[in-house]
């Protein structure tokens, strides 16, 4: 059974930076695009960004480009999103998610989500 588990979430003031991860086990990590997606208070869920099952191609929401950046190590079964410029509009639970077919936005499988909240 596939299971994902998000790290990283937390308090930062605007303009900080956080680091999140996101841990997979129960599939092989490295045959699958993997996904960000975040649900702010009250709103439905955004996709932020995607990557491939290589590493080498991303991409992003445009609320998110130049901001953040998402990478993988496969040989750790782990993918991060490095957030950078943090905003408060950028509040929200981080979802990481396997995709279900590679290069379509569509998944099978969620993590437990990290809460990250960006306020002075």
């Known amino acids: 059974q596939a299971q994902l588990v998000e790290s990283g979430g937390g308090l930062v003031q605007p303009g900080g930076s956080l680091r999140l991860s996101c841990s997979a086990s129960?599939?092989?990590?490295?045959?699958?695009?993997m996904h960000w997606v975040r649900q702010a208070p009250g709103k439905l869920l955004e996709w932020v960004s995607a990557?491939?099952?290589?590493?080498?191609?991303?991409f992003y929401a445009d609320s998110v480009k130049a901001r953040f950046t998402i990478s993988r190590d496969n040989a750790k079964n782990t993918m991060y999103l490095k957030m950078n410029s943090l905003k408060s509009e950028d509040t929200a639970v981080y979802y990481c998610?396997?995709?279900?077919?590679?290069?379509?936005?569509?998944?099978?499988?969620w993590g437990q989500g990290t809460q990250v909240t960006v306020s002075s």
């Open positions: 990557i491939n099952s290589g590493g080498d191609s991303t």
């Open positions: 998610a396997r995709g279900k077919v590679a290069g379509r936005w569509e998944y099978d499988y």
């Open positions: 129960g599939f092989t990590f490295s045959n699958y695009w």
